[in-house]
Structures are given as structure tokens and as C-alpha cells.
């Protein structure tokens, strides 16, 4: 086996390589960029090498740097995981003709998998089912719209050359194919510099479930069932899971099979991961073949019991599988989330920073539940700019799909995260959303069910019941300690009342609590509960069981009660007494402030350019100004028409989120 | 005998209807709570005992003698907080527009010298038209009196004052001499001449809002000590504050049961000095990863931001906090900061309450608005108010102390009993690039020579080990023991004795 081995690449995925190369006994070299000097991959590698400044296109894809830190280290085998250098076939090449073992498969089959025409052919040759669509590339509009014609729409017109939803558009007749194939062409000049373009039927009731295979240099290949991803925002996967609520054995294995003859087509080697897309009648289509380690590995790993980077390590090193295909057995049900540092309250926007606080839930194994979280971060890093935002993978695995969503939102309520925006409450809204716990999903679940984006969850009446209790017990905890202030007049002491009413979404909850040793009773009208934790003052997180059921709440203190948060949802619970609580009805709903003629800064960044000036009347649409953020230049349009009154910022000036940039008459 | 119980039943019960349903009505549809609810709220239940419920007036002019209600305007007695006793007064402003007459300021100075005499807190909740006009120059002296007891009791015993209403005139300079105002949003003003004065005068258009509400007196006048939504989170952020304040001036502050590791160790706080020197980060995070269960009661936290005030309690007892905030301003010192932790400081010592200070600054803000503002003076306030403080005084410094403003920022130098630095702190008599200009000017037209020299000052200087050489530090501190290391001093600190010379009262450069 290799003594030491390169991981070219940082963040949770050289976390996740490093384990098992440890586990190996292997000894690892990170590489790292000026702003991931104390990042969690180089603490936890043998060594590190510094590679360049924080930009990517000046550190982690530069291969000529990573060349020098293997020759530096003699490091045997590059490990790329996902993204940078992964499936970069000069890359893979370059490691071969420096006698490099690159983990991962052979140039060959990342040239022919990396472009979308090539693939589609090469998969229509080894018998894969693909999207009915004019392969061949197309001169003109008129070309266009004659092909969509052919095929019926509605149709896909997509770049040859693109990826994550760029350069794509569907058209749903004549008009709109005429249109769709300049725009696509237009946008796959710019972002790609390759105009090449295609159309393909455009499937209905999309979902998006992918086969893992794995396959080695002695001719076998095997596939690890599917997972299910079709729980995307803008192409971009958010929850995963394995297997797909949706497959039935045989189609899993019509899949499967021509995954792995596929794979066999093109001499693959290492693990890989063939893409499909299913329509509503389990018909499926091959879309691309990753030639790398997919992000969402893990629920393979869970359901399959096969560590994949073990395997991918062992094949590089030229040895056989171990593992038929009969040995694969799917078990159990197993779910990812992703965590992104993207504000889903403000339209996912990223969001950079310190993390303040990180306490992911502890990872743990039994065999009704598992708990395991892929990071790459720790409490007080930075989630930097010049990356991924991509904070966490945390997954769950249990006998069932039922239990697996159960387990992870129990998870996501006990996941801390400060200090920057997340996406957790998303992530725990769409676990509890009666739609995707059916499995009733396809690529659209986003958009379809969050058309007008996040604004946090509604909880259903007992778990708002649960919460109400609860913190009536920890808040007359809090009243006790007060109580037990020094100073205090001698038999004249506070005594802390039991009657209390909480206030939370516009309703009052009356309740009677009787507290003990172990927990309190309460009793809410005609109904009573044994509210029971182990929660102490000041806790941020507090595991509260009611009525024998287990609760997760984020606890912080507001004046006069909590902020609660659980299950996607983000409270204000006051806990007043019975006449402060009856005092409250004459205090005034405060109407936010009118933010209409303002246009605020949506994230931290600079400001580029400034496109208007005092006196100037836009329209609805016109460009206001750029902020660059996260890398990106965003561009703020007025949302209605006005006259510019006062421009608070210039070119060059960092703004915060909701700073005032500039105000409307 | 029965009648005769009867008939104090029925005064009561006509006193407590203050100016009548119908106004107090009025004042809840402004969304204002009576003055008897204010004190229900503010005190534990049935706790309080009222005086003078049935004081009335004793003017005739102006046909005031036709109506003489029971109480005249304000709601005075003692009641507990958390079973710790305090003093209360609470106009109302049902009652002749809770206006000051001479019985009114009677009613306030009883409690007020009770205060004195006892040992406890006044806490006055403000909501009230100014004087009342039929009595004249009854009512002037009246606030005088007021005026007169807040002088002596300043530093005797803790003052807060709870503005929910009107507070204009004559009134505000009761309240200014308090320890602390709080406001409450929308429904409250003060100002020494309202709008429409301010328009005969100066042509100057301002609603009551812009010139005095709670938003300009806690964000730009730092009249105001905080601003709340609506009376009843007010009068519970109130009690909140109590909790941290010693009774009196003789009394130690008050110690409460606490959740919260002494020792615990904060790894994140090794790792929140960025980088970068002029990266900024919040130093909020520091005091909060300290003090006992993150919980910090802010003092003018919308003014100044630069500096940050307040009070946390570390082992269960109350601690001041004053800490530069890098994010705002670099964290420099200028006027308004200096005289906000002047202020707070001079208060903490006066009622015996330990003082954290964390030290970020890279000194003071230049130029001619602070030099013509008086920055010398005003800075000269918060050195003096360290100089002179004999509580308990623990410093660390996070990153820069350079120059003047790392004297004055409790150094070792201005008696501070504990003075840790950060592996990350630099003490230095400036930053090194204006040091290395100065130091070596005959270099300046080369740029190589100049960063040479710049990185051979930050090599030497740019730490804390200069300062720890010569004793100005005791210790260099792991950023992540903070809190063990800090509660550890003030346990060290409990029996501190340090006088200063007798003296009539010292001259702080006002």
C-alpha cells in the first residue's frame, strides 16, 4: 500500500480523505492556501505545504504548485477530491507522467465523460437509455427550432460545455426555441468560450438519482445502488438520499447495469457516479457520468456499509475489488444534508464570516440510528469567500426512511451554528414538509413548494404545545434564580408564582406549573405535561422531554422570555406573569420601519460602481450599483421606479448587510 | 367601626383610579400602561407598600381647589425586586398630566430621603406634562428639592430613571442626574425646550421625536442609557439591571447562583485575533465568551460604539465591562467614547463594582473635530475616572494598546491590580509603520530601507513582551483561558483595600 499519499484539496472533503487514509495507516499531505493556513484539513494531516495565495485559480488548481508539494513531500498517490482538480484530465495526466498514482480514474475516461456530447454518444454505443435529442451540433435558430420539433416539445436546449444550470433554457414552443438557442449560445460563449450547442427532450416530473459504481483495473465493475437528489435549489443539490423512495429492484438494477457497462465502455477505474434523470413513469435517462468522488457519497457509505475512499485507494493502488456485486446489500435508509453558510431568510445569499459558535451533534453508531457529520470547519474558523460555502454534511442513517428524516431533524435541532447565516432552518423545514416526507419529490420540490423563497417554518399545534411548556419551566427556573439574589430583606423574599402565561405567535398559553426535583409538571387548559431536562441556565441548547418525547431547542434570552428555535422555526416566546400578561394587550404592535424607499446593502461586500446620481429617475429594473461579494459581482436593481434622493456609498466603500446605500424621493 | 373601613376601602379605591377610567383609557390607547401598572410590573408581586396615597394639593389660585384627587399625580412607596428592596416613585399622568405641584415633589423627596436614610435604590418612572403652572414658583421649587436630593444621593445610593412619557423642561435635569435613563420607544420624549420653542427661536422644523425621543437620546445625545420597545419590556429590562447593582454604596454588589464553569476553557477565542491587524473583529464576542452564561446588560449600546459598556457578572457577582470594539471606528478613542466610559467607570467605582477592561486600541481619533471638541479634556475623563477607581481592576489586552490610550485604558500605570495581554497584543507607542517614519526619517525616500526598518520594529515591538519585560504586564495569557484566568484575579481581588487621600471632592476635568 502507499506509504503516504496528497490530498489536493481542503475543507470536508480533505477531512474525509485524511480519516481513512489514517485508517489505512497511510500518512497525508495537505496543501493549503494562504487563507486556509489554520484551516481543519492542515491540522488534521501528517503534513502541509503551503500552496499560494487564497484564490483558487492561484492555489488549489494550479498544478504546477500541486506537482511541487508532491515532489516536495513524496507524496506516492494524489487523492483530488471533489471540485478543483478532480476531473481534470492534464492534471491526471501530468501525475502519470510523473509516476504519480492519481485516485481516481484513468485520463481517458474523464476526457470522454467530460463533455456532454462525447458521453451522450459513448452512452447510446454501451446501450445506456439517454434523453431522446439531436446529438449533432446545431448552425441556426431555424436548425433549432426544426430539431425541437422533431423531438416534441417540450424541449431542452442546453450548452455542450455547460454545468450548473448555465446555459441552459427550456422552450415549450417555436417561439421559445428561436429564442432560448441564442440566449443559451450567448451564455455559453461568455461562461465556457465553447458555443456549442444542443437540444434534448425536456423531461417531465423530473427526478434526479444517480448510480454509484466502482470499478477496478482488473476488469470489475460493480455498481452501489443509487441515491436520490432531487431536493436541489438552482441545480444545486441540498438533501440527498440513498436509496431513492422512488426506485423499485428492478429498475435499480436496469440502472445499475447499464451504469456499470457504461463505466466498462470507457475502461473507468476508481469510483464514479452515473447520473439519470427519472421521469414520473420510471423512465429514466442518462445525463453525465462524474469521474469522481460525488459530494454525497456518504449515504452510499451508510446503506452500503463500503467505505468508498478506501476503495478508490486500493484501486489506484492497483488492486482488485474484493467486492461482488451480489455482496452489495442495501441496507437501512440513510439522508444528507447539506449546510451552507447561505442565509435562507434573505434568499440564500452567502454569507462569510466567523463561526462564532459550532457545535455539530455528536457523531455516533448503533444499529438503529447513525449519526455522522462530514466538516471542515471549527468553532472560530472562517468561512471564507474565496470558496465553497459549504459548512457541513450531516447524515443519518436507521432501518427506514421514516426514521432516517426523524433522526435527522433531531439532529438539525441540536446543531449550533453562530455567527454567520446557515441554511439549517431550511434544512429542518423541508424534513418536516409533508411532501418530501412522503417522497412524493422531483427537482422542482424547491421551487414549487418555496415559490416566494424561505420565511421560516410554521410548526404544527402539539410541537408549538411542546415548546410553550417547556419554556414556561425554564423560564420560571430562571425566575427562581433571581429570587436567590443576595441582599434580599430577610422573610420578605420574592415567592415565584406558578401560574404563567406564554406568549408566542399571537396566542397566550396559560399555565400552571408544579415544579420538582426532576422536572416540573404543567398543565396548558385541560391539558398536562411532564416537562423533564437537564438543561441548566444560560444553556444555548437545551434537551427537554415532554411528556416522555424528546425536544431540541436553541435557547438564547430575550427581555421577558426566549428566543426559541426548533424545527425551521425561529420564536419569540415571553413568559410573563398572568397580569403582566394581561397588561401586554396595550402595548402597540410596532410596525417595522418602511424600508421601500431605501435600498439596502443585501450582503457584506465592496462596492464596485455606483451606476445613477442624486436627481437621477430610474425605472424598475435598472441597474443601481454592484457589490462584490463572496468573489461575485452582484448587481442591485431598483425594484420600482423613483428618483435617487441621497447615495450614502461610493466605489470602493465595504458595506455591511442592510447598510444604506442609497434613498429614493 | 365597620363604616369607618368601609371608608378607606372607598378612598383607596378612588385614589387608585388616579384621573379617572376615561384617562386612563387614553392611556392605553397610546399604548402606555397607568402608573399604578408601571409599579406592578416593575416591583415583585404585592410587594409594594405606598406612602402618601392620599396627599393632595394645597393650591387655590386658578379655581385649583375644585379638584384636589387623591395622590396629586404621582404613585410613591417601596417595594421589593427579586425580594431586595427599592424605592419607587411613578407619575401619572392621568392625574393633572402627572404636572409637579409642591405636594408632587413632597411625595418624591420622602422617598427619596427614605432611600438615603435606608440604603436602597430610587427608581423613578417619568411621564409627566412639566410643571404645573397654577402653582408658580411652588412648583420651581419643587423640582429643586428634587434636584437637591438627587445631588446627595448620587453615589450613595444607585438612581435609575424610567422615562414613558413627556419629560420636558425643567423636569429632564431630575433624570439627567440619575445613574441611569431609560426610554421607551415612540411614546417617550425629553427635551429642555420642545419643537415649537425650537421653531420661534431658531426657524428649526423637528418633531418631538427627532429632538428628543428615545432613538436620539440613546443613539446620538447619550442622554439616554437604553431604548425598549414598549413599557413592559422596560420595566423588566429595569428589574434586569437591579439585579447587577449593589443597594448602596456601603454594600458590596449582589452575588446570584451561577451555571457557568469558572475554568471553561474558550478554544474559538484562540483563533478570533484575525490575521490581518486591520481586519477588525467583535469584541462582543470576547466579553461574551468570558462572563458567566454569555449574559451582558449593555449600557449605551447604540452611542459610542466604539467602546463598549456594560454590565456581566463573572462567578455570579456583577463585574463593569468596558472594552474597545474594533469594528466600529478601529476601536480609537474619541469624545463620545471616552466620556461613556468615563461615566461608567466612575459609576462602578462609586458602587464598589469590579471593572474588566479588554483592551483593543490603536489610540485616539485625530483631527480638528476632536481637537476643537475638547478630545484632550474628554479623553483626560476616562484616564482620570481609571486613576482614581480603588475597585477591583482586571485589563486584557487583546491587540493594540499604543500610546496615550494605552495609559489610559486601566493600564498598570493607573493602579490596575491585574494587567494580562494576548500572545496577539501589541504595546507599543504606535503602530510600527508611523514609528519607523519618525524614528528613521533620514530614510524615508527608500522604500526598502523603511519596510526593513518597519519589519524590524514589529519584531521588536509589536508584542506584548516589551511591556511583560518591564512588569507593565503580569502575564502573557492564552486567549482561550480568558475567562479562567480573569475570574481567578477577581477571586484574588475580593478583600482589595485601596484609599485615596482625603479630599473634598476631586476636580475631574468636566
Redesign the interface.
Known sequence: MFDKILIANRGEIACRVIKTARNMGIKTVAIYSDADKNALHVRMADEAVRIGPAPANQSYIVIDKVMEAIRQTGAQAVHPGYGFLSENPKFAERLHAEGVAFIGPPTGAIEAMGDKITSKKLAQEAGVSTVPGYMGLIKDADEAVKISTEIGYPVMIKASAGGGGKGMRVAWNDAEAREGFQSSKNEAASSFGDDRIFIEKFVTQPRHIEIQVLCDGHGNGIYLGERECSIQRRNQKVIEEAPSPFLDPETRKAMGEQAVSLAKAVDYTSAGTVEFIVDGDRNFYFLEMNTRLQVEHPVTELITGIDLVEQMIRIAYGEALQIGQDDVQLNGWAMESRLYAEDPYRNFLPSIGRLSKYRPPLESASDTCVLRNDTGVYEGGEISMFYDPMIAKLCTWAPTRGEAIAHMSDALDGFEIEGIGHNLPFLSAVMDHPRFVSGNITTAFIEEEYPDGFEGATLPDDQLHKIVVASAAMYRLAEIRRSRISGRMGNHERVVGNDWVVQVEGQDFPVTIAGDTAGADVRMGDQDFRVESDWSLGQTLARVKVNGSLLTLKVSKIAGGFRMRNRGADLKVYVRSPRAAALSKYMLEKVPADTSKLLLCPMPGLIVGVDVQIGDEVQEGQTLCTVEAMKMENILRAERKGVVSKINAGAGDNLAVDDIIMEFE | MTDIIQELQDRRTEARLGGGQARIDAQ?AK???TAR?RV??LL??D?FEEFDMFKTHRCTEFGMDASKPAGDGVITGWG?I????VYVFSQDFTVFGGSLSQTHSEKICKVMDMAMRNGAPVIGINDSGGARIQEGVDSLAGYAEVFQRNIMASGVVPQISVIMGPCAGGAVYSPAMTDFIFMV??TSYMFVTGPDVVKTVTNEVVTAEELGGASTHAKKSSVADGA??????TL??VR?LV?FL??NNR?KA???????DPARIE??????IP?NANTP??MK?VILKTV????FYEIQAEHAKNIITGFARIEGQTVGVVANQPMVLAGCLDIDASKKAARFVRFCDAFEIPVLTLVDVPGFLPGTSQEYGGVIKHGAKLLFAYGEATVPKVTVITRKAYGGAYDVMASKHLRGDFNYAWPTAEIAVMGAKGATEIIHRKDLGDADKIAAHTADYEARFANPFVAAERGFIDEVIQPKSTRKRVARAFASLRNKKLENPWKKHDNIPL
Open positions: 392605553h399604548g402606555k400602561l401598572e406592578e410590573l415583585d408581586e410587594s421589593t427579586n425580594g431586595r428592596m420607544k415612540d425598549f420597545e414598549n413599557d413592559i419590556e423588566t429590562e434586569r439585579d449593589p443597594l454594600e449582589p452575588v446570584r447562583p451561577f451555571y457557568d478554544q474559538s477565542l484562540d483563533t478570533i490575521e473583529y467583535d464576542e458567566d452564561e454569555g449574559d
